[in-house]
């Protein structure tokens, strides 16, 4: 029963998907923080930002089905399975990119890689409730991207509640901007679900 | 407008899809006028439209669509303005209005500039969606959708008007005056209607070309289908001469 | 094709993309208005030093644009129309480029007002940086566009756009003149000017790409794609084979224009607009040092560069306290303070020191931290910026005393004047050849 769900969802693409993407994380990371003129593993800022938001954009994929409304319309305990889908997809993704830092989990490594994981899926999954899962790529991409230029360099933990993906693991200002748009996301998603996309794209 | 005796002319036309053949040595030779398209699912005309549309290359035989030779690439753009075409799955951008919709039909048919919005009106018009033309499609129902799709295909007062299941999705007073649309279309035009609806063909279409695993089983006018009938199945005299002429296809 | 053009402006994705690369723009540029307050050349600078999210942006909006005809299943409808292919590609090309730079230029424009009205040097030709940088936006977006119609799934938009972030900057790692081949730039260098061949072959670069991208999509032969492509060669060869650094100093912007007495201030052409400011401060501030002979009476406000004031000139780094309206505020960023900047500035340099020995570099810096409390005043703030001789800005923290430098600049406050004023005169002299046993001997006699 659960396995056409998830062949539908375009799960085990995805899954395949995550796997790439933490090897990519971890041959980057390798490379960053090997250069001579860098400093080892505190060169590795740009693939704890940027690798949580590439599997987060791969799990959004899986957030809503051909016709959501088709499948609401079946008797399936919806909220149910979308709280579960998420907590899931977090894990599995969060653990993925995690075990590629294991290494030096503290100075953006295993930490830092699990939290930005949780932060983009949390703004992936409110992106999908209020815009459907097609658009959901966008804001988190252009915001990631946004805060790691922006972002006071050296970085600073007064700024953590915005600049949460550059901020190292000993900033807590950041791992309560993680759980406040992860909390956010999945409250607007079980409840509501992806937002139907008849308009998807024009 | 060009005068053309033939619009249509197909010679031995073989096409295939991987290891499939979906037509297999068709013939068919098409004036001005309304010609209806039948046969059952997988037959293959969806195929022949796609053929006539340019979008698909035969693996042989020649296919002439107004005097140019459509398997080669040498007349076609001449061929592609006088071409109008309904598509059986119809892709459309929601948020377009069905104004600017078909407007941008008519700019990618290369209809001249200045003649575009009095073209774009008199499709809208005839397609019957004057009322709703600065909708956005997106709000259209399935119906309106598939009549803002044969506003499209009318834009450029095409010379051969392919048209795949336009009646689908169209309500029973749609359908008349569809019929009467096509009755129009016809005096000048070639058009070219695949439809499962036979009663649809017997009311508007001047003749029927019946295709079966790819080949032309019957050519002719309605009444001669429904002169057929004996044998066959069905509410109404086309049908049964539709079920009759296939039953002897298939056990030929 | 402009009707169409304006119906796909209004109705396809060029909304959303000029409103997220407006947004973007904007958020960045409000985070960092010290980066290019008032002055033309930073501001330039840093939009292009921005296109390293802005041109990733731009390639997942084009690829978006590209996938539109197989999402939505109009592409055997279109293949039967008669326009050649290129027309329909660049009109849809047109409206998300349009989106883009439309985005990026409107909040460009929005802070180039507040500049416009302090500016106080407008050459340099900083505009070729601007032009560049549009043709670059373009060029992402046809590239994008390319792609997206060869590659029409969802998810080519967004890991183009991501795998966009990774070149870029992978390519800002490179210490080389590859560098020249990406729009973005590492660093905005303020009062410089780029030679003009170098604007010009980027933007033949970058619209060559563009060109190629739409050339090899737009048509089933090959050839119309082989003349941008060989551009683009051209070009990319031409771009590689210079040196890493081409800057040049832009003189004009650099040349020091002073004002007022005791002290007398100076900045560059481009920054004088700050002097009103920097001589009310540097006045009140640097009273605390009245009647010390040989205290610098020449102070340079600088931004990134030093000006060609001559050597017994201070200078201090205003960056930190500029107000995006040109203006200077008494703290910066990281809690820092301006007015332990002057006071710090204008005392021989704290950094001098680059021997092993950590003895004597704590001589050079306790000296350093004694002498600028010298009559009593606490230093405000956490961190303090100063520029290096080679002009490159640095911080520190640990400002706030520490009780060992307490004590002795206690005993030197307890001093009798004439002491006093003399143990300064000869800590100038030491720090400013920063001889660590001098230094060590003016902190023993307080000890």
């Given amino acids: 029963m659960i396995r056409p769900h998830l062949r539908a969802r375009y799960v085990p693409g995805v899954a395949a998907g995550l796997v790439v993407v933490a090897a990519l994380a971890w041959a980057a990371a390798e490379w960053l923080s090997s250069r001579p003129y860098l400093d080892g593993a505190e060169a590795r800022p740009p693939v704890a930002a940027l690798a949580p938001v590439l599997a987060a954009v791969l799990v959004s994929v899986t957030l809503a089905g051909a016709d959501e409304e088709l499948e609401r319309s079946t008797a399936r305990p919806w909220r149910a399975i979308r709280l579960a889908h998420v907590l899931v997809g977090t894990t599995v993704s969060a653990a993925a990119l995690a075990l590629t830092g294991l290494w030096e989990p503290a100075r953006y490594g295993a930490y830092e890689l699990a939290r930005n994981t949780v932060a983009a899926m949390g703004m992936v999954t409110v992106a999908t409730a209020l815009a459907g899962a097609a658009r959901a790529w966008a804001p988190v991409i252009a915001y990631t991207g946004a805060a790691y230029l922006a972002a006071p360099k050296p970085v600073i933990a007064g700024t ?3 600049t949460w993906p550059v901020q190292p693991a000993s900033a807590p200002g950041a791992w309560w901007a993680a759980a406040a748009w992860f909390a956010a996301g999945l409250v607007l998603y079980a409840r509501n679900g992806a937002r139907p996309t008849a308009d998807r794209d024009a | 407008m060009t005068i053309t005796s033939t619009h249509v002319d197909v010679r031995d036309l073989v096409v295939r899809y991987r290891r499939r053949t979906a037509l297999n040595g068709l013939d068919l030779r098409l004036g001005a006028g309304v010609h209806g398209l039948l046969g059952p699912n997988g037959a293959g005309k969806t195929t022949l439209m796609r053929v006539l549309a340019t979008v698909v290359r035969p693996a042989s035989g020649g296919v002439t669509v107004l005097d140019g030779d459509v398997t080669g690439d040498a007349r076609l753009r001449q061929v592609r303005r006088r071409l109008g075409y309904l598509p059986q799955q119809f892709g459309y951008y929601p948020r ?116 079966h695993e790819g080949r032309a089983v019957f050519r002719g006018t309605p009444a001669e289908l429904a002169a057929r009938g004996a044998g066959g199945d069905g509410d109404s005299p086309i049908e049964r001469g539709y079920t009759a002429v296939l039953r002897a296809a298939r056990s030929a | 094709m402009g009707r169409v053009v304006r119906i796909d402006v209004r109705r396809g994705i060029a909304p959303l993309a000029a409103l997220i690369v407006l947004g973007v723009t904007f958020a960045v540029l409000v985070t960092e208005t010290e980066m290019w307050a008032g002055r033309w050349s930073a501001l330039a600078g840093y939009l292009r030093i921005l296109m390293i999210v802005l041109v990733p942006l731009a390639l997942a909006a084009g690829a978006w644009q590209g996938g539109r005809e197989r999402r939505r299943r109009l592409g055997e409808l279109l293949a039967t129309t008669s326009l050649p292919p290129w027309r329909r590609l660049t009109a849809a090309w047109a409206p998300v480029a349009t989106g883009v730079v439309g985005g990026f230029l409107l909040a460009g424009g929005v802070v180039a007002v507040p500049v416009a009205l302090v500016a106080t040097y407008s050459g340099g030709g900083w505009w070729w940086l601007v032009v560049v940088g549009v043709i670059a936006l373009g060029a992402a977006v046809a590239a994008g566009l390319a792609i997206g119609t060869v590659l029409p799934w969802r998810l080519t938009a967004p890991v183009l756009g991501l795998a966009g972030y990774v070149v870029m900057g992978a390519v800002t ?27 010009v072959a980027q933007a033949a670069w970058f619209a060559a790409i563009g060109a190629t991208a739409l050339a090899v999509v737009a048509s089933r032969r090959r050839w119309p794609a082989l003349v941008p492509a060989a551009v683009a060669v051209v070009a990319g060869a031409v771009l590689v084979s210079g040196p890493a650094d081409r800057w040049r100093d832009d003189a004009a912007a650099r040349e020091p224009v002073c004002a007022g007495t005791e002290p007398r201030v100076c900045a560059g052409r481009e920054v004088a607009f700050v002097l009103d400011d920097f001589q009310a401060y540097a006045g009140r501030t640097l009273t605390v040092y009245a009647g010390i002979e040989g205290i610098p009476d020449t102070v340079g406000a600088v931004t990134a560069y030093r000006p060609a004031l001559g050597d017994d000139a201070a200078v201090v780094s205003v960056r930190p306290y500029l107000t995006w309206r040109g203006t200077l505020a008494p703290t910066g960023e990281y809690e820092a303070d301006l007015e332990t900047d002057l006071r710090y500035g204008v005392l021989p340099n704290r950094w001098c020191y680059d021997g092993e020995d950590p003895r004597e570099a704590d001589a050079v810096w306790t000296a350093a931290d004694v002498a600028v409390r010298w009559n009593g005043t606490d230093l405000v703030g956490e961190v303090a910026n100063v520029m290096d001789d080679d002009g490159s800005i640095f911080w520190f923290g640990g400002v706030g005393a520490d009780p060992a430098v307490a004590a002795l600049a206690e005993r030197l406050r307890a001093l009798p004047d004439a002491a006093r004023y003399d143990w300064m005169e000869r800590y100038l002299v030491a720090g400013e050849a920063c001889d660590p046993a001098a230094l060590d001997a003016l902190l023993d006699e307080l000890r």
């Fill in chain 3, 173 to 199: 790692y490179a210490r080389d003149s590859r560098v020249w081949l990406s729009p973005a730039l590492d660093d905005a260098a303020e009062a410089s000017v780029l030679p003009l061949g170098d604007h």
């Fill in chain 2, 96 to 211: 377009f209005t069905v104004r600017e919709f078909v407007e941008y039909f008519a700019w990618l048919k290369e209809v001249p500039r200045d003649r575009i919005p009095a073209a774009v009106d008199r499709a809208i018009e005839r397609a019957g969606l004057l009322d709703r033309a600065d909708e956005r499609l997106k709000r259209l129902s399935g119906g309106m959708l598939r009549r803002a799709g044969i506003a499209q295909a009318i834009v450029n007062d095409p010379d051969v008007l392919l048209l795949d299941e336009p009646t689908a999705g169209l309500d029973p007073e749609q359908r008349v005056d569809f019929r009467e649309l096509l009755r129009v279309l016809g005096v000048d035009a070639c058009v070219l209607v695949s439809t499962h609806l036979v009663e649809d063909v017997a009311a508007a279409c001047a003749d029927v070309t019946l295709l």
């Fill in chain 1, 160 to 162: 953590a509640w915005w």
